[in-house]
Structure formats: structure tokens, C-alpha cells
């Protein structure tokens, strides 16, 4: 099993719609959860963390259910400026006992006008 | 943004060449990393390096070959690499990594091997 997983898409929505995405993860000790943003052919940049009340910024909505291990990501209202590729990472152990960033391979979002 | 800058941006070379992708960072932070994206599969972890000393090398093979002379610097040196070696590869920094924290990418570097 991965260790986290996204469905990759792509979803395709029209401008104003809302659409969530989900994610699982496997390790159940994990404690922090990001989601990145990636545009085409850029590099990824966080979008927001997760935290286990949930957290909303502005349109964007992250929750994290520890029960089900899964993380999710609501966009209100989408916008065209929208569209990209967005990842889901988790903290996992590296063998030397630090901590690395694990990330899923994306979900992409089409926003059509 | 020039918080994590990278060079070249796009690279083609051949399987005999040798070649080193330059990644620096202007935030101060201690911890430098370098990923490999290839199409269709999540970033992986190739090297990680806390305060100039490496902490984890990921299984990575020997024809990649990391640098990090001081904590605003990090080099990745390639040689005889192969086809499948194709692909972004992204330099990170984050405030330290005992406790992996938000990471900035820097733009990456495009590589074609031919």
C-alpha cells in the first residue's frame, strides 16, 4: 500500500463550482498534514496545513479525519487560477530517526470557464 | 520568488556526460533537500542534508552525487546516467529537519538524458 495515496484526476468543473479532494494515508502515527499546490511545469508551493480541527483559508477548506486516515481539500467558488495539480503530503520518519515529507502523486483540477 | 533559486533550469546530456545541478537558498534556513519528480509518480527523496551533513541518502544510486559545502549551497553532480534518469529535479530548504517543517522548492532543473 502507498503510503499516500490521491486519486490523480483530472476533475473538470466549471468556474464557481466546488470540489473536494480526498487522501489516505497509511502510517496511523503520522501527526502533520500538508496540501502543496504545483502548477504545470513549476515547482510546488504550500497551499495550507492541516490541522486535526480543521483549518480554512479563505475558499479553501482542509480537514483531517485520524479515525479513517484520510485528509480532504474543499475549494469553494473555483476559479480559473485554480487549476493545478495539488498534493497531498504527510510526515513520515526518515531511517535515521529525522523527519521527512512524504507526498502523494497529486490530484490535478481543470477549472473551466 | 528567489527564496530557493536553481541552475541550470533545463539540462540535456548524454550518457557519458558529466554534469552538477546548483541549488541555492537565500532563507536562512539549515536543512537542504534534493527530489526527483518523474511523470506520474510522487516527488521522491533522494538526499537530505542537515547543517552541510548528509542524513539520509534514500537508496539513491551512485552515478548521483550531492554536495553541500555550506547551508546556502547544495550540489547535486551527475554521471553516466541513464535514460530513466530523465526527469525534474527539485531542490528544498526548510528551517531545520528535526521537525519537517514547510519546505520551499526552488523552480527545478529539467533533465533529458538522450
Known amino acids: 500500500r502507498k503510503e499516500v495515496e490521491q486519486d490523480p484526476g483530472p476533475f473538470n468543473v466549471p468556474e464557481g463550482a466546488t470540489v473536494a479532494f480526498n487522501c489516505t494515508y497509511s502510517n496511523s502515527a503520522s501527526q502533520s498534514f500538508f496540501w502543496y499546490r504545483q502548477d504545470c511545469r513549476k515547482e510546488p508551493k504550500l497551499l495550507m496545513s492541516v490541522y486535526s480541527s480543521g483549518n480554512e483559508d479563505g475558499r479553501f477548506t482542509a480537514q483531517l479525519n485520524r479515525a479513517s486516515q484520510y485528509i480532504s481539500l474543499l475549494i469553494r467558488d473555483s476559479k480559473l487560477s485554480d487549476s493545478a495539480t495539488y498534493l497531498c503530503?504527510?510526515?513520515?520518519?526518515?531511517?535515521?530517526?529525522?523527519?521527512?515529507?512524504?507526498f502523494g502523486t497529486g490530484t490535478r483540477l481543470l477549472v473551466s470557464p | 520568488e528567489t527564496g530557493v533559486t536553481q541552475t541550470p533550469r533545463h539540462l540535456v546530456m548524454g550518457m557519458t556526460n558529466k554534469k552538477s545541478l546548483k541549488c541555492e537558498q537565500h532563507?536562512?534556513?539549515?536543512?537542504m533537500y534534493w527530489y526527483k519528480q518523474s511523470a506520474k509518480k510522487p516527488l521522491e527523496l533522494m538526499f537530505v542534508y542537515s547543517l552541510e551533513e548528509r542524513v539520509e541518502n534514500n537508496s539513491v544510486p551512485s552515478r548521483f552525487s550531492p554536495e553541500c559545502p555550506n547551508s546556502s549551497h547544495l550540489f547535486l553532480h551527475l554521471h553516466t546516467l541513464q535514460p530513466e534518469d530523465s526527469a525534474l529535479y527539485l531542490c528544498a530548504s526548510s528551517r531545520d529537519d528535526l521537525r519537517a517543517d514547510t519546505q520551499y522548492f526552488g523552480p527545478g532543473t529539467r533533465l533529458t538524458v538522450l
Open positions: 503530503v504527510v510526515i513520515g520518519s526518515l531511517n535515521t530517526g529525522f523527519q521527512k515529507l512524504v
Open positions: 532563507l536562512g534556513h539549515n536543512a
